[in-house]
């Protein structure tokens, strides 16, 4: 059973950086792939960004290129989701996601396991 905690977020301005991290316990972390995932109010949960289980290969979506990281330490099992010059749109809960076979995937039924969610809220 893969367990998946995320931290980091909260309150901030528009135009601030904040990283949110996700810590896994149990399952093969350094074999899996990892995404962040976001779920904004009345609207359908959405990949954000996701990193291969090399960390070689990254994917953003198009919205958040150019101002969200993601990366990995394979040693913490943890994953982190840097986000700068937010927008009130970035506004959402933001899922930890793990997919065991380790490749990339954007359709979010196919991830494995998800965390419980952490709340980023960008003000204007």
Same mark, same amino acid.
């Given at each position: 059973?893969? @367990?998946?905690?995320?931290?980091?977020?909260? /309150?901030?301005?528009? $135009? &601030?950086?904040?990283?949110?991290? =996700?810590?896994?316990? #149990? #399952? %093969? *972390? +350094?074999?899996?792939?990892?995404?962040?995932?976001?779920?904004?109010p009345?609207?359908?949960?959405?990949?954000?960004?996701?990193?291969?289980?090399?960390?070689?290969?990254? !994917? !953003? @979506?198009?919205?958040?290129?150019g101002? *969200? %990281?993601?990366?990995? &330490?394979?040693?913490?099992?943890?994953?982190?989701?840097?986000?700068?010059? /937010?927008?009130?749109? &970035?506004?959402?809960?933001?899922? =930890?996601?793990?997919r065991l076979? $380790?490749?990339?995937?954007?359709?979010?039924? /196919?991830? &494995?396991?998800? $965390?419980? #969610?952490?709340?980023?809220?960008?003000? +204007?």
């Amino acid at each position: 059973q893969v @367990q998946l905690v995320e931290s980091g977020g909260g /309150l901030v301005q528009a $135009g &601030d950086s904040l990283t949110v991290s =996700c810590v896994a316990s #149990g #399952g %093969t *972390f +350094s074999s899996s792939a990892m995404g962040w995932l976001r779920q904004a109010p009345g609207k359908e949960r959405e990949l954000v960004a996701a990193v291969s289980r090399s960390g070689d290969t990254k !994917y !953003y @979506q198009d919205s958040v290129k150019g101002r *969200f %990281t993601i990366s990995r &330490d394979n040693a913490k099992k943890t994953v982190y989701l840097q986000m700068n010059t /937010l927008k009130p749109e &970035d506004t959402a809960v933001y899922y =930890c996601a793990i997919r065991l076979s $380790g490749t990339i995937v954007t359709g979010i039924g /196919l991830w &494995d396991y998800w $965390g419980q #969610g952490t709340q980023v809220s960008v003000s +204007s």
